[in-house]
């Protein structure tokens, strides 16, 4: 029976998306959203809520919309796959959780992000195409190699929080 690795998640930007390029010349942004649950006590009666922090990673074109569009605070819906990957710092393994990005929308008014619109990995062609009649909805080929292949992992730096 084969697996499912799927995430969607509906979150804020906790900083502006660090766009960086492979040795290929792929490009590779990187962000971190913050979602948020809340809820009444039981006990007290008083509402609480909690937020968590959830490192993103889009790779190709999708990469450099999200690069161009996006900033702190933007709400973006993200569809996607849980990726572990680690690193050797000063004698030391880290490991790092994130989300590889397949689709994603702009969520929000024009100020938020400055455009809109969503973009998702297709199944084939490779080119930039309209995915319906809607502006806001554009489809690409696959861009995401993954971390195989001889590239380097690149680093994330800390989470703004």
Same mark, same amino acid.
């Given at each position: &029976?084969?697996?499912?690795?799927?995430? &969607?998640?509906?979150?804020?930007?906790?900083?502006?998306? @660090?766009?960086?390029?492979?040795?290929?010349?792929?490009? +590779?942004?990187?962000?971190?959203?913050?979602?948020?649950?809340?809820?009444?006590?039981?006990?007290?009666?008083?509402?609480?809520? #909690?937020?968590?922090?959830?490192?993103? +990673?889009?790779?190709?074109?999708?990469? @450099?919309?999200? @690069?161009?569009?996006?900033?702190?605070?933007?709400?973006?819906?993200?569809?996607?796959?849980?990726?572990?990957?680690?690193?050797?710092?000063? *004698?030391?393994?880290?490991?790092?959780? @994130?989300? +590889? +990005?397949?689709?994603?929308?702009?969520?929000?008014? #024009?100020? =938020?992000?400055?455009?809109?619109?969503?973009?998702?990995?297709?199944?084939?062609? *490779?080119?930039?195409?309209?995915? =319906?009649?809607?502006?806001?909805?554009?489809?690409?080929?696959?861009?995401?190699?993954? &971390?195989?292949?001889?590239?380097?992992?690149?680093?994330?730096? =800390?989470?703004?929080?």
């Amino acid at each position: &029976m084969a697996g499912l690795n799927k995430v &969607m998640l509906i979150g804020r930007l906790g900083r502006d998306p @660090e766009i960086r390029y492979s040795q290929q010349g792929l490009a +590779v942004v990187n962000f971190s959203i913050a979602t948020s649950e809340q809820w009444t006590d039981k006990n007290t009666g008083d509402r609480q809520e #909690k937020t968590e922090w959830h490192r993103i +990673v889009v790779f190709g074109k999708q990469a @450099e919309i999200c @690069e161009k569009y996006l900033s702190k605070g933007s709400q973006i819906y993200v569809e996607g796959r849980l990726q572990t990957r680690n690193y050797e710092k000063d *004698g030391q393994t880290h490991y790092i959780t @994130e989300i +590889v +990005v397949a689709n994603f929308q702009f969520l929000g008014g #024009k100020q =938020d992000n400055q455009g809109g619109g969503g973009y998702q990995q297709g199944g084939g062609g *490779g080119g930039f195409q309209k995915a =319906d009649s809607g502006p806001n909805n554009h489809s690409q080929g696959p861009t995401n190699p993954g &971390m195989t292949g001889g590239q380097e992992p690149i680093p994330d730096d =800390d989470i703004p929080f």
